[in-house]
Nanobody, 130 residues
Framework: QVQLVESGGGWVQAGGSLRLSCAAS????????VGWFRQAPGKEREFVAA????????AYADSVKGRFTSPRDNAKNTVDLQMNSLKSEDTAVYYC???????????????????????WGQGTQVTVSS
């Protein structure tokens, strides 16, 4: 079992930055890959980013490439989501998720599928005002 807790959400003006953090407890954190998803009102949950167990590999949705990064610190059991140049369309509830499945078996399409992830945080709201 892995317990995930997100923090760092809030309100920001367009063009600004926010940093989300996902703190994990339970199972050895280095044994899971972590993904970030978001869900806007009336829309389906969509993939944002993923990072492998050792942080050697990452994947990003086209909509956030070049603006978001996801650093990982296994010593601290945390994965962050650094969001820069935020746009109003980034407004959503953001979730971190974890999977024990191997990266090479998921990549690339499986990383984008929320069914690939076994553990989920409660979500944190990000609101970008234009």
């Amino acid at each position: 079992q892995v317990q995930l807790v997100e923090s760092g959400g809030g309100w920001v003006q367009a063009g600004g930055s926010l940093r989300l953090s996902c703190a994990a407890s339970g199972r050895t954190f280095g044994s899971v890959a972590v993904g970030w998803f978001r869900q806007a009102p009336g829309k389906e949950r969509e993939f944002v980013a993923a990072i492998s167990r050792t942080a050697a590999r990452t994947a990003y949705a086209d909509s956030v490439k070049g603006r978001f990064t996801s650093p990982r610190d296994n010593a601290k059991n945390t994965v962050d989501l650094q969001m820069n140049s935020l746009k109003s369309e980034d407004t959503a509830v953001y979730y971190c998720a974890a999977t024990s499945r191997y990266w090479y078996r998921l990549s690339p399409e499986g990383l984008h599928n929320y069914d690939s992830y076994d553990y989920w945080g409660q979500g944190t709201q990000v609101t970008v005002s234009s």
